[in-house]
């Protein structure tokens, strides 16, 4: 997979190509078939296939102060690209400069000029250029000027209603992590680099791999059943606390994983957590025997939950 930046030129082998273009967050259902749209017209017409992005995402960009939100890093987001049939991913830098682009500059001097696009694939609900002054059925009248196919996927309905980021954001602040791994095609996971942390779990019999959330959503505070995916591919399950650790002080938001049966050290790696289960709410505990007491009836109901 080949990531491409949009202050970069873009290869010659990769000009021509189709293009799914949106934001993509969490590579959900929806954006799985707007991608998947834009690799058959790739097969059928033997062009390359880009997936654009954005980053920052553009809410970040005029809402500075705006709670993290994020579903995916670009380098998960690639990941899935990749695993999706895409021959590569272009980044757009969202800033001040794109933020000013007209809906007519971003169709002649983004698409045709600068990256060279034949064809364009995007969910019926996109929207582009300055103030939003773009949707499909200009994309599609200004890209037939300029020798664009404009292509529109409908929304994909899942459940109750209709698949979106917004969605599954909502069930993750809600504790459930199952609703959102329907809407996503699999759990909501969070990568990081495993840091050092105050090493009270290991001192109890609990040694946690201590992972900063960055710029990821918050789903609800609590225990969870999960998996890590380490470096060299292996899949450990555990029982995870995220939140600010409220028995002890000063309070520090961490994802705070426990490995059932593991004992290497993984600091300085970069592993991934995935959530399958809410067991319950984040609480604050007398002293620590009394957690100990809970955490050992946590990692048995997370044991019992992922089929240990």
């Not at 959530?275 to 955490?295: N, S, T, W, Y």
């Amino acid at each position: 997979m080949i990531r491409l930046t949009s202050l970069d030129p873009v290869p010659k082998a990769l000009r021509g190509a189709v293009l799914a273009l949106g934001n993509f967050d969490g590579v959900h259902r929806g954006h799985q078939a707007v991608i998947g749209r834009a690799v058959d017209i790739g097969h059928q017409q033997s062009r390359p296939v880009i997936v654009a992005t954005f980053d920052p995402h553009p809410v970040r960009f005029f809402k500075p102060d705006v709670a993290p939100f994020r579903l995916t890093t670009l380098d998960q987001r690639e990941t899935l690209f990749e695993g999706l049939g895409a021959d590569a991913m272009m980044v757009f830098e969202f800033g001040a400069k794109l933020a000013g682009t007209t809906a007519q500059e971003f169709v002649t001097d983004l698409l045709v000029r600068d990256l060279g696009i034949a064809a364009v694939v995007t969910g019926s609900d996109f929207t582009f250029g300055k103030g939003k002054q773009g949707n499909v059925a200009l994309l599609k009248l200004l890209g037939a000027e300029v020798g664009i196919e404009a292509h529109a996927v409908s929304p994909v309905a899942q459940g109750d209603g209709i698949v979106s980021s917004s969605r599954i954001r909502d069930a993750l602040w809600s504790g459930d992590p199952q609703q959102a791994a329907a809407l996503l095609t699999r759990p909501f996971a969070i990568r990081g680099m495993v840091q050092h942390g105050d090493k009270v779990g290991r001192t109890i019999g609990y040694p946690t791999a201590n992972i900063d959330l960055g710029s990821y959503i918050r789903p609800k505070y609590g225990i969870y059943a999960v998996t890590g995916l380490l470096p060299d591919g292996r899949v450990l399950k555990g029982a995870a606390n995220l939140g600010i650790r409220p028995t002890f002080d000063p309070p520090k938001e961490l994802l705070e994983p426990y490995f059932f049966d593991f004992s290497e050290n993984l600091y300085g790696q970069e592993i991934e957590v995935a959530f399958h289960h809410f067991i319950r709410p984040e609480a604050k505990f007398d002293g620590l025997d009394a957690l100990v007491a809970q955490m050992e009836k946590d990692c048995d109901e997370a044991r019992r939950l992922l089929g240990a």
